[in-house]
């Protein structure tokens, strides 16, 4: 549903240039190696409609998604994709799998079952990636059931092995001692299928050169602008989200702001509210206590801390410095040097979750 601007408590402002250039930025540091996209979670908030066609513009061929549904909208618009669910066969929607040409990511003995089942039904061998586990512990097949798969050789099996993949787990720490196990027992499961692509660099293993690279390389976070590793500045910021003051109202000394009462003006002050709130996704552990600071927002050229608890639709700020504001005046929450992981910080989490959070009664703009 799209809302009218004078109908939204703020503007969501999606940058499809910007994210293109992350995604050559990437490419380019990968040479040798395809670059897919990650797109699942609605492409981190910003819109699989939108940026699944700016992604295949910018060389995009192949995409991850999460879930079949998110599968069936890409390929409304990205009908020559390569398109691979990561969270594997979904039994209920077999049919999507061979109808729009959707590869399943196989990651249990269960699934390579019933698809290859599903295959001999269709008499078709539809291309799937076999999924290991190389110390996630999450999805994917272990070493030895790995290594069981391939004993017939992959051109045996009922299904077409178009990829076999594993996760990496903490490639965002620098010198973390799982990487380079991770690296290394995947670089063993790749010579159990020979001829078979292989992938497993995640948005912080582009960084990781050669030995992470492979064939195919699957940067998420990275192209929307959040930081992938601990180390490094996050590439180019794609959202900004401005809200209108809607009232701005002077406090004496002591009087307390939103509830709780947690937050106290320390002299005059003069605050001013927006219209977000947590359940615009602008999460409630950002706002500001005695206790603890939090999030700034930008108002008049002036970064301004947040006064008190982020309630469910309004924010306070406090706008002492920033000189004369009035109603209307535009308050910039996310963008103009206040990226995801600034807020994510003060809400003690991760940009990603910012960026998946982003809600649905914003006014949302796609700047091309």
């Known amino acids: 549903m799209t809302i009218a601007a004078s109908e939204a408590g703020a503007r969501l402002t999606i940058d499809l240039a910007a994210i293109a250039r992350n995604y050559r930025r990437i490419a380019g540091m990968t040479t040798g190696a395809e670059c897919a996209a990650v797109v699942k979670a609605d492409a981190y908030g910003t819109g699989i409609e939108t940026t699944g066609p700016a992604l295949a513009a910018a ?5 991850f998604v999460a879930h079949p549904s998110e599968a069936r909208r890409l390929r409304q618009v990205c009908p020559e994709a390569v398109i691979y669910i990561l969270n594997g066969l979904f039994e209920g ?6 109808s729009l040409n ?4 196989l990651g249990s003995r269960d699934e390579i079952e019933a698809f290859s089942a599903f295959c001999r039904t269709v008499r078709r061998r539809l291309p799937a990636a076999i999924h290991v586990d190389t110390g996630m512990s999450r999805l994917g097949l272990d070493l030895a059931e790995a290594a069981l798969l391939a004993e017939p050789g992959p051109q045996n099996l009922d299904f077409e092995p178009a990829l076999v993949m594993t996760h990496l787990a903490c490639a965002d ?10 690296i290394d027992r995947f670089s063993q499961v790749r010579g159990l299928y020979p001829g078979v692509p292989g992938s497993l660099a995640n948005s912080a293993g582009c960084t990781l050169g050669a030995a992470a690279r492979h064939d195919l390389v699957r940067p998420g976070i990275a192209l929307y602008g959040g930081r992938f590793r601990a180390d490094r500045e996050p590439l180019e910021g794609v959202v900004t989200l401005a809200a209108p003051v809607i009232q701005v109202r002077e406090v004496r000394a002591g009087e ?3 509830y709780g009462a947690t937050w106290s ?3 005059l002050s003069r605050i001013a509210i927006v219209s977000v709130g947590y359940a615009d996704g602008y999460l409630r552990g950002a706002g500001s206590t005695d206790r603890k600071s939090g999030a700034s927002a930008r108002v008049n ?5 947040l006064a008190g608890r982020v309630s469910m639709d309004l924010l306070a700020i406090d706008v002492t410095e920033a000189g004369l504001i009035r109603r209307g005046d535009l308050a910039t929450l996310i963008g103009d040097g206040i990226t995801v992981d600034d807020i994510a910080e003060a809400a003690g ?3 990603y979750e910012i960026l998946t959070g982003l809600g649905r009664r914003y006014h949302r703009v796609v700047a091309h």
């Open 59 to 63: 060389g995009a061929r192949t995409f």
């Open 93 to 98: 929607a077999l049919d999507l799998y061979a």
């Open 102 to 105: 959707i590869r399943p990511v």
């Open 173 to 182: 720490e620098p010198g973390h001692i799982l990487t380079p196990k991770q």
């Open 256 to 258: 307390t702001i939103g």
């Open 265 to 267: 003006a320390p002299h």
């Open 301 to 305: 050229g002036v970064v301004c801390p």
């Open 349 to 351: 989490t991760i940009g």
